[in-house]
């Protein structure tokens, strides 16, 4: 980090030397829902926090407003065919242009950035986050999938590297909170709250034919397309198990999920004295972005206050595994761990992808899943290479076996 002193007086230097620690943030994924959110909380607190590195993979359109706004010294475009392009609209400013999926390494790793805030969506983020984690960086961690494919491999070279991981996800960011109510080995469980989505209450056969309109109009949050069909399936919360594993290294029994529609208590902690620490606030993430920059201080910020009263109450109720068949598969999978958490991403990503394009049908997303998890042998120590070959398998088993599933719009 560096000081900026700022004198008002020359006269009197002690009086008058204030010291503003700058922090530096390079965002991974600048143009998503979490990068233009951290964007916004950057504006909000005012100079001592300055984007220093954006990246994007096609929108360079807004890559390149952002770059006329902040004046970052480094910006990335991980798709090379976007690069021409991005040249022409950032020609004549003062920034350092970098292409192809490398580029996100050089950002993670950039002497310019105290922290590292990650918003790629799926594992495409995974070599930066890495990366970052190598350079002994401060990790704020919004994209979970790195963590679910390899929590193992990155949690060790954080450890290793003296890296500090600060989690952006609202859930895990409540956790995080929470968990400084008490020592870690007096923790006996962590409550993972969820809305439910939009088909909170509906029937396997309500949800089978749900188009992609339908699944990507989330009643409470405003997220990214995967994530926001990664929420109507409950991936997400399943996703966040394996996430919660790793980050807070506990194991899938203490793990327990609630689904709490007002999305105001976003996860709770129980300690061994039977207490329960919950963190609650206004739907907004950029609180806990914010508070993953801030930390450890807390400063008046964007987010609307809660007031309590006048939401009048708060809901929950247990989770349905009958329709949501990706939750019981998430215990199963972050109690396997090795390669059948690279499998499950996988193939979830892949199987999103074919549902947004309307090739298979909402309920095929965790059929798919499901089936490559069967067919799948795990291999328990997995390097990266390995954990990356059971992702492209994945991917292609699915693309293979979607062609059998019934389109939406068939
Ligand atoms: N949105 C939320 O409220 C929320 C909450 C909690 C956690 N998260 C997690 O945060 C991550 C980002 O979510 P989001 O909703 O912000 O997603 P999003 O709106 O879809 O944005 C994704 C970002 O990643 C970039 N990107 C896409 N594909 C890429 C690739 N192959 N290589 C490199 N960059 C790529 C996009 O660039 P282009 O714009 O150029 O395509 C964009 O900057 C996800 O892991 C999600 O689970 C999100």
Not at 72 to 87: D, G, H, T, V
Request: proline share 4%.
């Amino acid at each position: 980090m560096r000081d900026i002193r700022c004198r008002t007086s020359h006269n009197d230097k002690a009086k008058s030397q204030k010291i503003v620690m700058v922090k530096r943030i390079a965002i991974l994924g600048s143009t998503g829902s979490i990068g233009r959110n951290t964007l916004r909380v950057i504006d909000a607190l005012g100079p001592a926090y300055q984007a220093v590195a954006l990246s994007a993979h096609n929108n360079v359109e807004l890559l390149a407003e952002q770059t006329k706004r902040y004046k970052p010294k480094l910006i990335a475009i991980s798709n090379a065919a976007c690069e021409k392009q991005l040249r022409n609209l950032v020609s004549g400013l003062d920034v350092k242009i970098s292409a192809g999926p490398e580029s996100l390494i050089e950002l993670a790793q950039s002497d310019d950035a105290d922290i590292v805030l990650t918003a790629i969506v799926g594992v495409a983020g995974l070599p930066a986050v890495l990366a970052a984690a190598k350079k002994g960086k401060r990790l704020a961690i919004a994209n979970k999938e790195p963590l679910v494919v390899a929590g193992e491999l990155l949690t060790r070279a954080v450890r290793e590297n003296g890296c500090t991981i600060l989690p952006v996800d609202s859930e895990h960011s409540a956790i995080f909170q929470a968990m400084q109510a008490g020592p870690r080995e007096q923790v006996s469980r962590i409550i993972l709250t969820g809305s439910g989505g939009p088909f909170r209450q509906a029937s396997i056969e309500d949800i089978e034919n749900v188009t992609p309109e339908q699944a990507l109009a989330h009643p409470v949050w405003n997220m990214g397309p995967k994530i926001t069909i990664d929420s109507a399936t409950m991936m997400n919360k399943a996703l966040e198990i394996i996430e919660a594993r790793w980050l807070f290294d506990m194991p899938a029994e203490k793990i327990d999920v609630l689904i709490h529609p007002q999305s105001i208590v976003h996860s709770l902690v129980e300690f061994v004295d039977g207490s329960v620490i919950a963190q609650l606030g206004t739907p907004d993430m950029c609180l806990p972005i914010q508070y993953a920059l801030t930390y450890p201080q807390r400063v008046a910020g964007i987010s609307k206050h809660l007031r309590l009263d006048e939401l009048g109450k708060l809901t929950f109720e247990r989770p349905n595994v009958k329709t949501f068949r990706a939750l019981p598969l998430g215990y199963e999978v972050a109690r396997n761990g090795g390669t059948a958490a690279a499998v499950f991403n996988a193939a979830n990503e892949a199987a999103v992808e074919e549902f947004l394009a309307g090739r298979i049908r909402f309920v095929s997303i965790v059929e798919l899943i499901e089936h490559c998890l069967n067919k799948h042998n795990i291999k328990h120590t997995a390097s990266l290479e390995e954990l990356l070959e059971a992702d492209a398998w994945a991917r292609k088993e699915v693309k293979q076996r979607a062609q059998k599933h019934k389109s939406v719009r068939a």
